[in-house]
T-cell receptor, first 110, second 115 residues
């Protein structure tokens, strides 16, 4: 699996937007970019995924660079419940598992 | 609620005990997974099942024995564990295998402590 690079930690003020970056310079043309998050004492939770175009859902937006070597997860208004570890994962065809890496720990400041 | 339930949520066992972890998914998925999350380490895939057949064993010691009687249920039988096996054990499911676009749905996990 191609690897991703994320900052270890980030902080955000409550009700402000958060941009979580991810670099994936070795991404292949068939790899989807997935984001998951893991809240304290819970299992990982799917957030969003995309291939080439930007994506929006009720939880977040995903902005994908034109060369697909990086992406950004956007939380439009951070809440205290968004404090979690966010994982950026590449998933290609035939990949059965998710390689989680160490993720970005997001702290939301009231 | 992700549609994947795990029981028990917490388990303490001695090294000579035998116990089982249970996972059930109510999503109609065909693929199920066991992951292990140790303290300060990334999640590690343990086993993958597709239509009740094991398709992947990620070099897991034989003291962990999975069972998948049907597409909705997955068990992890534990025996003669070591203290270093203490971890959060997570079950997940997905609609099918081999598609990069499909998400996995995780249960809340079983926090296992081996004394």
């Amino acid at each position: 699996d191609a690897k991703t690079t994320q900052p270890n930690s980030m902080e955000s003020n409550e009700e402000e937007p958060v941009h979580l970056p991810c670099n994936h310079s070795t991404i292949s043309g068939t790899d989807y970019i997935h984001w998951y998050r893991q809240l304290p004492s819970q299992g990982p939770e799917y957030v969003i995924h995309g291939l080439t175009s930007n994506v929006n859902n009720r939880m977040a937006s995903l902005a994908i660079a034109e060369d697909r070597k990086s992406s950004t997860l956007i939380l439009h208004r951070a809440t205290l419940r968004d404090a979690a570890v966010y994982y950026c994962i590449l998933r290609g065809p035939g990949a059965n598992n998710l390689f989680f890496g160490t993720g970005t720990r997001l702290t939301v400041i009231p | 609620e992700t549609g994947v339930t795990q029981t028990p949520r917490h388990l303490v066992m001695g090294m000579t005990n035998k116990k089982s972890l249970k996972c059930e998914q109510h999503l109609g998925h065909n693929a199920m997974y066991w992951y292990k999350q140790s303290a300060k380490k990334p999640l590690e895939l343990m086993f993958v099942y597709n239509f009740k057949e094991q398709t992947e064993n990620n070099s897991v010691p034989s003291r962990f024995s999975p069972e998948c009687p049907n597409s909705s249920h997955l068990f992890l039988h534990l025996h003669t564990l070591q203290p270093e096996d203490s971890a959060l054990y997570l079950c997940a499911s997905s609609q099918e295998l081999g598609s990069g676009r499909l998400e996995q749905f995780f249960g809340p996990g079983t926090r296992l402590t081996v004394l």
